[in-house]
């Protein structure tokens, strides 16, 4: 079946200016993960939902970044803005939860952001 | 709060065995997963093993699991230029799912 998609797969911006990044996680999958991959590092946690509850919000870096997912599917992935520090890989992932236990992961092909 | 830490770079040549280390802190984690990075794309999830498991293989590829040491490993045997990648180790259960750095494998031909 059809795996996370995201979109766009590249995006140049200038500094001071805002972008959306999209996820459409796979089918049937509650819980939605951003997480943003700087050069040389590993994955950092932005943002998680789970069905209709709040959104965790813990790892977002600034008020700069937010997300929103609309009918419990399609993400968007909101940093007003940008800064050259922004530019990263930004990936999204999607799971199944049973009873608030975070299951397996399945990754989008990532978002390539750079702030120029 | 959780660290899962990894060596960055891992070079062998084609036909050997690799084996890739990854250390955690977390004793409450319930999976430990073995996540692949194939350049330009996104991860993919390769194994994974219960926390109450030592070892689980899955064709070419062996995870051992020291839960002592809080010790993950991957072993790939019968190593291929296809499996030049970037592996991330993760651990997760309750909390969220934390990933370590990435080690970057770089098979020689």
């Known amino acids: 079946g059809a795996g996370v998609s995201q979109s766009p797969s590249n995006k140049v911006t200038e500094k001071g200016k805002d972008v959306e990044l999209r996820c459409d996680p796979i089918?049937?999958?509650?819980?939605l993960y951003w997480y943003r991959q700087s050069l040389g590092q590993g994955l950092e946690f932005l943002i998680y939902?789970?069905?209709?509850?709040?959104?965790?919000k813990s790892g977002l870096p600034s008020d700069r970044f937010s997300a929103e997912r609309t009918g419990g599917s399609v993400s968007t992935l909101t940093i007003q803005r940008t800064q050259q520090e922004d530019s990263a890989v930004y990936l999204c992932?999607?799971?199944?939860?049973?009873?608030?236990?975070?299951?397996?992961?399945?990754f989008g092909p990532g978002t390539r952001l750079l702030v120029l | 709060g959780e660290d899962v830490e990894q060596s960055l770079f891992l070079s062998v040549r084609e036909g050997d065995s690799s084996v890739i280390n990854c250390t955690y802190t977390?004793?409450?984690?319930?999976?430990l997963y073995w996540y692949k990075q194939e350049p330009g794309a996104g991860l993919q999830l390769l194994t994974y093993?219960?926390?109450?498991?030592d070892m689980k293989q899955d064709q070419r590829l062996t995870v051992l699991l020291n839960k002592k040491d809080k010790h993950l490993s991957l072993r790939i045997a019968d190593t291929q230029t296809g499996d030049s990648a970037i592996y991330f180790c993760?651990?997760?259960?309750?909390?969220?799912?934390?990933f370590g750095t990435g080690t970057k494998l770089q098979v020689i031909p």
């Open positions: 992932a999607s799971s199944h939860t049973l009873e608030g236990f975070r299951e397996t992961q399945y």
């Open positions: 089918s049937g999958h509650t819980a």
């Open positions: 939902f789970q069905g209709n509850s709040a959104p965790d």
């Open positions: 977390d004793s409450s984690s319930t999976y």
């Open positions: 093993i219960f926390s109450n498991m």
């Open positions: 993760a651990e997760g259960g309750y909390q969220k799912v934390t």
